[in-house]
């Protein structure tokens, strides 16, 4: 289910704001207070800090299956009716309103129909506009021997961006790379692994002095 989804989400502090105005943020959540900014290859970094913002915290990350459960208790307590797993097989609109007929075989009449999924109908499928970046998504969490509380990194790469996001003692890795170094990349131990994150990152992370390059020894 949703609710036991281990994937790690980053949510910006207004989405806080939403979420806590529904009573939906879940408590599990690691706040972003710094985000350190820098290109391979190119000079110069940016530190982007929370302070300077007057707000307690630049974004979160958390586990997605921790949001959706938070959300699922806060409709828990509403009158709003949830209807899942369940597809819409075909809609008839007109000027009354919209019909929807289900995979169940329930049809829901409603004023207003909002789709907040892409993909849903077929047509939209036939008429979508398909485009291939050439890049695949590495996700993993990883461990380092120091951390800087509460910082996220975002290195920009020839490939792609490349992002360690701070979660409970760890980081949620997200590395984007041409599809064929990701094959490569997936294909190595932990510690060949991790040496190629750390030469991915180079001088980008470094201990609080900023001299003692940072050392990562797991990955999951």
Do not use: K
């Amino acid at each position: 289910t949703a609710a036991a989804d281990p994937r790690s989400i980053a949510l910006s502090w207004g989405s806080r704001q939403l979420l806590a105005q529904l009573h939906a943020w879940t408590s599990r959540a690691t706040p972003i207070t710094q985000i350190h900014v820098s290109r391979r290859g190119s000079f110069g970094r940016t530190l982007i800090e929370a302070s300077e913002y007057q707000l307690p915290a630049l974004g979160y990350v958390a586990r997605y299956g921790d949001v959706c459960q938070s959300l699922a208790s806060a409709l828990a307590r509403t009158e709003v009716r949830q209807l899942r797993p369940v597809q819409v097989t075909a809609r008839d609109e007109s000027s009354d309103g919209v019909a929807l007929s289900l995979s169940n075989g329930q049809t829901l009449t409603a004023g207003l129909l909002v789709q907040a999924e892409g993909g849903v109908f077929g047509e939209q499928a036939a008429r979508s506009v398909q485009r291939d970046y050439e890049q695949t998504a590495i996700v993993a969490t990883v461990h380092a021997d120091a951390m800087l509380a509460g910082r996220a990194f975002e290195r920009f790469t020839s490939e792609g961006p490349l992002a360690l996001l701070p979660q409970a003692g760890s980081y949620s890795l997200v590395w984007c790379v041409r599809p064929q170094n990701a094959e490569r990349l997936m294909a190595l131990d932990d510690a060949a692994f991790l040496s190629a994150l750390q030469q991915a990152f180079q001088a980008a992370l470094r201990a609080p002095d900023f001299r003692e390059p940072w050392i990562f020894d797991s990955r999951v």
